[in-house]
């Protein structure tokens, strides 16, 4: 992934938050996407537990492709 595919998925991410808070939970901005992000990556850890996700390897993969010094 490149820096800017990165830039691209958060703000993507975001925006879809902050609309889904807008539309349903109605929270302050900040406290909104903070409460939606904790629960996709709940829900993301959890399903990782039944098995229904990508495989370590490839999730390892995909993370170790990120730059993250030149992404922050």
């Known amino acids: 992934m490149t820096t800017l ?10 925006a879809l938050f902050s609309y889904l808070n807008a539309r349903f939970v109605r929270l302050p901005t900040t406290i909104g996407l903070m409460l939606i992000s904790l ?19 490839q999730a390892r993969t995909l993370l170790g492709g990120i730059d993250f010094n030149e992404t922050l």
Do not use: F
């Open 39 to 57: 629960l996709l990556s709940l829900a993301l850890l959890l399903l990782g537990k039944v098995g229904w996700m990508l495989p370590e390897a």
């Open 5 to 14: 595919d990165t830039i691209a998925l958060l703000v993507t991410l975001s």
